[in-house]
Nanobody, 126 residues
Framework: QIQLVESGGGLVQAGDSLRLSCAASGRTFPIMAWFRRPPGKEHEFLALVRWTGGNTYNTDFIADSVKGRFTVWQDSAKNTLYLQMGSLKPEDTAVYFC?????????????????WGQGTQVTVSS
């Protein structure tokens, strides 16, 4: 059974850091990504990694809104995607989702992803 399970969300203060994890089971994917959905808004495409061969994934996209504060990487041995978030701001408050795609083309469209996690809530207080 294919599953994506996020963890690591919580309530933090502005300026804090938080690390989210997305453990994939059932198979590996050439494309893994993070999205978030702020309250009352649409999904925002945050970051994407792409498999480049062997055990290597490269970061292929980081949104301008989080560039310099967030880092994404894939641990192939654990089949787990991470999102390290730093200098958090109240506007980072959202439900964070990981997503996986069966093909290797980069995309930020939610419809292009085949599997989704259940989401994890991140709340940043001011």
């Amino acid at each position: 059974q294919i599953q994506l399970v996020e963890s690591g969300g919580g309530l933090v203060q502005a300026g804090d850091s938080l690390r989210l994890s997305c453990a994939a089971s059932g198979r590996t994917f050439p494309i893994m990504a993070w999205f978030r959905r702020p309250p009352g808004k649409e999904h925002e495409f945050l970051a994407l990694v792409r498999w480049t061969g062997g055990n290597t994934y490269n970061t292929d996209f980081i949104a301008d809104s989080v560039k310099g504060r967030f880092t994404v990487w894939q641990d192939s041995a654990k089949n787990t995607l991470y999102l390290q978030m730093g200098s958090l701001k109240p506007e980072d408050t959202a439900v964070y989702f990981c997503a996986a795609r069966n093909t290797g083309r980069r995309t930020g469209r939610t419809d292009d992803f085949d599997y989704w996690g259940q989401g994890t809530q991140v709340t940043v207080s001011s």
